[in-house]
T-cell receptor
């Protein structure tokens, strides 16, 4: 299964954009890129996913590199409620498995 | 609509005891997953199911068994609990193969003494 690599932690100021990077150099051609976030004492929450093209939804944007070996989750305007652990995950198209990495802990400063 | 419900929320076991964790979803989802999460770590996949009557191994299946006799339920069993199985367990479900979004339960905190 392909793996993802993320920075352990990042900081942001409230109301500023945040770019969370993820490397997945061993991604296969049909693996989907997922992002989930987890607040303390809660289960993970879906944020966004994509395959090849950039994606936007009400929570965030996902920018995928042309070679698909990396991607970036973009929070356009960070709020204190966005402080969480963000996981970049690849979903195997062969098995359907979603393998989580270590995640990035995002701190948002007021 | 309850979503994904995990039972129990907390449990303390002694080494060697057995127990079953229940995951129930009321969304008619096809795929279901069991993950464990240890302090400071991401989630690791234990077992998963792509439909009623099917199960498959994930990253860390040893010491666990699962069953999916009914579409809405996915059971995770520990036959002989060990301290290394102390963890928070999360269940998740996904609608159909083409729907990518996973829905998670709120977790079960299990301690094995």
């Amino acid at each position: 299964d392909a793996k993802t690599t993320q920075p352990n932690s990042m900081e942001s100021n409230e109301e500023e954009p945040v770019h969370l990077p993820c490397n997945h150099s061993t991604i296969s051609g049909t693996d989907y890129i997922h992002w989930y976030r987890q607040l303390p004492s809660q289960g993970p929450e879906y944020v966004i996913h994509g395959l090849t093209s950039n994606v936007n939804n009400r929570m965030a944007s996902l920018a995928i590199a042309e070679d698909r070996k990396s991607s970036t989750l973009i929070l356009h305007r960070a709020t204190l409620r966005d402080a969480a652990v963000y996981y970049c995950i690849l979903r195997s198209s062969n098995t359907g498995k979603l393998i989580f990495g270590q995640g990035t802990t995002l701190q948002v400063k007021p | 609509n309850a979503g994904v419900t995990q039972t129990p929320k907390f449990r303390v076991l002694k080494t060697g005891q057995s127990m079953t964790l229940l995951c129930a979803q009321d969304m008619n989802h096809e795929y279901m997953y069991w993950y464990r999460q240890d302090p400071g770590m991401g989630l690791r996949l234990i077992h998963y199911s792509v439909g009623e009557g099917t199960t498959a191994k994930g990253e860390v299946p040893d010491g666990y068994n699962v069953s999916r006799l009914k579409k809405q339920n996915f059971l995770l069993g520990l036959e002989s609990a060990a301290p290394s199985q102390t963890s928070v367990y999360f269940c998740a479900s996904r609608p159909v193969p083409r729907d990518e979004k996973l829905f998670f339960g709120s977790g079960t905190q299990l301690s094995v003494l």
